[in-house]
Every structure is written in structure tokens, then in C-alpha cells.
């Protein structure tokens, strides 16, 4: 006997595994005749004549799904940190500040404020509400395609700590859930109504992947105190890192539209850089 000759013992196991090798095919090439659109059951009529048993099989219908297991995961922004208080300034910015327009949009006062942003091509933060966003869809998409930051200002503008926390996400929720549908992407931002902030908030706000931001520079045009007074308060707090509040929305915004022509030059003539905040 040669070395390289198996044993009588081995030759009978590879025999054994041969055959049933032979059959496990069989039955997946059966199992999957069966499964062929048109074949007949159980196989027997894929089997039939020599021509048939030649043919390729055709592919079965899950091999033509996408393979959607094996699809790279979407990747969603890590949630920020639950926060103690807003943001009241952009640190570590240079000669920057922000400008942020509260309660809107309003087809009334926000184009006019859109256009004066985009004549001196320069981008600001909109905290909009929620009842308003919803009829008023393309002004959000105005915002974002000049490159402006779109938050969130809770739906229809509430004393926050009034709410229990149920209420408080649905006030932050259903807002960023427009925003998203509209835009493609949720806001990063928000901002509490009256700046009356509490813990339940800032866990809702963190949990839906949003910062808290307050602001330095208060105008209070909400009291249409006159656009001479409103130039005054910008341009008296003026200083790196500050953020400025002002509204488009909720009254009479006239007088802010007004402000923002009058103040928006001089600052930039100051030196001033006018943009949003990075997350």
C-alpha cells in the first residue's frame, strides 16, 4: 500500500461524506426551484427533462432586495450635555456677534428682515415658534437656504416653568418635529420664551439634541420704545461675544425691521463680524 493511499477505514468516511454532501445540494437546489416564480411545487416540474435540469436556476426573489441589513447606520449628533444655564454669550469669538429674532416667522416683518440680513450678506439666528412656523414653511426655508440658524422657541410661546414636564416636551417636540420635516434637519438651538428657563427644559432640550441660548443685549422692541431707542441699546452693548435679542414676530415689529437697517451698518462699519454660534 502507498502512503499517500488512504486507509480502507478513511475511504468508507469519504464516501459516507460524499453522499451526503450530494444530497444537502440537492435539497437547497429542490428548495430553491420551489421557490422560483413559476416553478412547479415541490420541485417536480424544474426536475423534468434533461433540458430542464440544464437550465440555470433563476434567482430567487430575496436575492434581488437590497441588502438594507448590511446598510452603514444614519448618523445622529451626539446629544449635548444637560445644562445648569444657558449660553448668555459666544465665548472665545473675536469682534463677533450674534443677532437673534424671537416669536416668528411673520409674513409681515420676516421678509423685511431676511432682506435686509442678505443686503449686508450677513447670517443671524431665528427662534421660531412652532403654530407659526407650521403656516408659514416658506420663510423657514428662506432662513435656512441664506445660510441663517433656525431654533427653537418652544410652539406657542408659554411660561415654561408653568408646565409639567409632559407639556414642556410637547411644547419643544412638535416644534423641532416642523423644523425637521421642513428643513431636513432639527434645530440645535432653543430658546425658553420670556428666558424663564428650569431643569425640566434643559433635560427635555438636551434630550432632543439642543443647547440652551440666552442672550446679553436685551432691546426690548417688544415694547415699541422707538427705533432711535433700539439703535441705541445695540449699539451701547455692542461687544465681542454678545448676543442680541430682538423680535419678527408677535405685534407691531415695525419698529425693529426699522432698528436692524439703521444699527446693522454701523456695527459692521465697527468692525464687527455678524454670524451664529457652532455646535
Partial sequence: ??????????????????????????????????????????????????????APPKPTSYRLRPMTAFAPPVLRRAKPPVRKRPFLEVPDTGRTMVLTFDDGPDPRYTPDILAVLREYEVRAMFFVCGEMATDNR?????????????????????????????????????????????????????RAPYGAWNTHSFEIGADLGMEPLGWTV??????????????????G??????????????????????????????????????TVPRR
Avoid at 14 to 28: D, P, T
Avoid at 161 to 168: G, Q
Avoid at 180 to 190: F, M, N, S, V
Fill in 1 to 54: 500500500m502507498k502512503k499517500d493511499q488512504p486507509l480502507p477505514g478513511r475511504r468508507s468516511m469519504f464516501r459516507i461524506a460524499a453522499c451526503l454532501g450530494a444530497a444537502a445540494v440537492g435539497g437547497l437546489l429542490v428548495s430553491e426551484r420551489a421557490e422560483t416564480p413559476g416553478g412547479a411545487p415541490g420541485g417536480t416540474g424544474a426536475a423534468a427533462g434533461p433540458s430542464a435540469a440544464a
Fill in 138 to 190: 416658506d420663510l423657514l426655508r428662506e432662513m435656512a437656504a441664506d445660510g441663517h440658524a433656525v431654533g427653537n422657541h418652544t410652539w406657542s410661546h408659554p411660561l415654561i416653568p408653568m408646565l409639567p414636564p409632559s407639556k414642556i416636551r410637547d411644547q419643544l417636540g412638535r416644534t423641532s418635529e416642523v423644523i425637521e420635516k421642513t428643513l431636513g434637519e432639527a434645530p440645535l438651538w432653543y
Fill in 218 to 235: 436685551d432691546t426690548l422692541d417688544w415694547m415699541r420704545p422707538g427705533t432711535s431707542t433700539i439703535v441705541r441699546r445695540v449699539l
Fill in 237 to 274: 452693548g455692542a461687544a465681542p461675544g454678545v448676543i442680541v435679542l430682538s423680535h419678527d414676530a408677535g405685534g407691531n415689529r415695525s419698529q425693529s425691521v426699522s432698528a436692524l437697517r439703521r444699527y446693522l451698518p454701523e456695527l459692521l462699519e465697527g468692525g464687527y463680524r455678524i
